[in-house]
């Protein structure tokens, strides 16, 4: 991590637009929270489902060589000792003799304790996985893990794919799904928690090929967070050196993202060998191998992993479009966030709440939620509405008001730009699509009418 911090935005308005807004909660806060777990809230809730749709869209949807799949949480816990958890999905631990608190040994700069100074003992291993026991009876025999990664429910599965969907290689399994780990230290808000969710694809290549579908996935995945609007420059590709590379790595790349606290890990692409069917067949005692009926020869595929965390990808999306204007006397906070992403696309907003403008607004947005998730709001001035929807990102507001009652218009004002438009109320919805498709905001279909621009609006 580095000290270059973007600017205007830190980890505490972050923090606090989100329990603001309805974002993000401490997870049972009425007990004190429970340390490192998180409650999405009502507006996080859709954030996080669009990052989710965005990336199930990008990579199984709108491609013919990725299929999806949704594997339980809980596995035989034989998969556990041959993916090599449970000898080495460790941390080394150290606790401090005076205040108890314990640290990972690889992340701290000096050989005292950071809190108080104190001396630490000797490093320890620990295993990150949670461990349960399966049915009533608590014994050695009935231990099961909460999986620590999606990525095992994919590799277990790859024979009932290939002879269920009759894909040929190169083919990939994409999973979104909850993983668990005890993390030692956790911390920066949802940055690092212990329960969280991956969105990871294990891509199957014929050896020799794999190079050059690693190099594939990596400009692919990084296309995707510019495409949803993260500013190249807060983007950044690093390769794990030999000595931080997982065992079962050839060669791994991070994706890192400038976070408040600085560059770190948003996903990591591997090039994983064929380390993983090797050792499940091994383990398994069941053939994992592939063949290819071009070629007629038998081998076991190596996997390309792009594993990326959606908590992650939430807070980046979130930091990269935090911005504040100023505004007469006041600071205007707005999300730029991508229209595909934002929690609400639409905010409809009656001038005021004499019955017939609410009746009319209250048919708008009858009419706009048979396609989005929009937001009415009639409490307060114009000024204050539009600020309330800015802070959440909703990239539209559709106003009502009395001149609406004459001609049957209303005012489209955009968030970025602050611009409006008027449109009949009739073509609002198509309007509206275009311009959460990306359309310049004055060019309406059908025919590309332009509407005149109005007044740089509040
Ligand atoms: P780190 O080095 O930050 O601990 P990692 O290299 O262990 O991460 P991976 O095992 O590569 O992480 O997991 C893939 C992705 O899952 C990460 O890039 C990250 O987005 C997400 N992830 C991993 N651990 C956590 C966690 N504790 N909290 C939130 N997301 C996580």
């Avoid at 809980?74 to 080394?92: I, N």
């Avoid at 959606?310 to 991508?338: N, T, W």
């Avoid at 001038?351 to 048919?363: G, H, N, T």
């Avoid at 959440?392 to 438009?421: H, K, W, Y």
């Amino acid at each position: 991590m580095t000290e270059e911090t973007p600017a205007k935005v830190n980890m505490e308005k972050i923090v606090s637009l989100c329990q603001r807004r309805g974002f993000i909660f401490p997870s049972s806060e009425i007990y004190g929270g429970l340390s490192s777990c998180w409650d999405y809230g009502p507006l996080g809730v859709e954030l996080k489902r669009n990052v989710k749709e965005a990336w199930w869209r990008a990579v199984v949807q709108e491609r013919d060589d990725v299929i999806g799949l949704d594997a339980s949480i809980l596995m035989h816990p034989r998969t556990w000792a041959a993916s090599g958890h449970l000898e080495g999905f460790t941390d080394p631990l150290v606790e401090c003799k005076g205040c108890h608190l314990r640290w990972r040994s690889d992340e701290l700069e000096g050989d005292r304790c950071p809190s108080c100074g104190g001396e630490l003992t000797e490093p320890r291993l620990f295993n990150l996985m949670f461990k349960t026991f399966m049915g009533p009876v608590e014994e050695d025999a009935s231990v099961v893990y909460l999986r620590p990664e999606t990525a095992q429910g994919m590799f277990v599965n790859f024979q009932n794919v290939v002879n269920t969907t009759r894909k040929r290689l190169p083919f990939g399994i994409a999973q979104i799904g909850k993983a668990f780990r005890n993390e030692i230290t956790t911390g920066n808000f949802i940055f690092r928690s212990r329960e969280f969710e991956q969105m990871e694809i294990e891509f199957f290549v014929k050896p020799g090929t794999d190079e050059e579908w690693f190099n594939y996935w990596l400009e692919e995945r990084l296309n995707w967070y510019v495409k949803l609007g993260i500013k190249r420059e807060n983007l950044r590709l690093r390769e794990h050196a030999e000595g931080e590379l997982a065992h079962y790595a050839k060669v791994c790349h991070d994706i890192d993202y400038l976070f408040p606290m600085g560059w770190a890990e948003l996903e990591g692409v591997a090039n994983r060998g064929d380390f993983d069917l090797v050792q499940h067949a091994s383990f398994s005692g069941k053939s994992l191998d592939y063949f290819d009926d071009d070629t007629k020869e038998r081998f076991i595929p190596y996997i390309i992993e792009p594993s990326a965390g959606v908590d992650r990808s939430f807070l980046a999306f979130l930091c990269d479009a935090y911005d504040e204007e100023p505004d007469k006397d006041e600071i205007r906070v707005l999300l730029h966030l991508h229209p595909a992403l934002a929690p609400f696309k639409v905010a409809v907003l009656p001038l005021s709440r004499r019955e017939q403008l609410v009746k009319a607004a209250k048919d708008i947005y009858a009419d706009l939620r048979q396609r989005w998730m929009v937001s009415y709001d009639d409490a307060q001035s114009i000024g204050r509405r539009y600020r309330r929807q800015d802070e959440i990102g909703t990239p539209f507001c559709v106003t009502v008001d009395f001149q609406s009652l004459e001609d049957n218009q209303a005012t489209i004002r955009e968030r970025d730009t602050m611009n409006q438009i008027r449109v009949p109320i009739s073509e609002l919805s198509n309007t509206l699509q275009v311009k959460l498709e990306g359309e310049d905001l004055f060019v309406l279909p059908p025919g590309g009418m332009i509407w005149k621009e109005e007044k740089k609006g509040v």
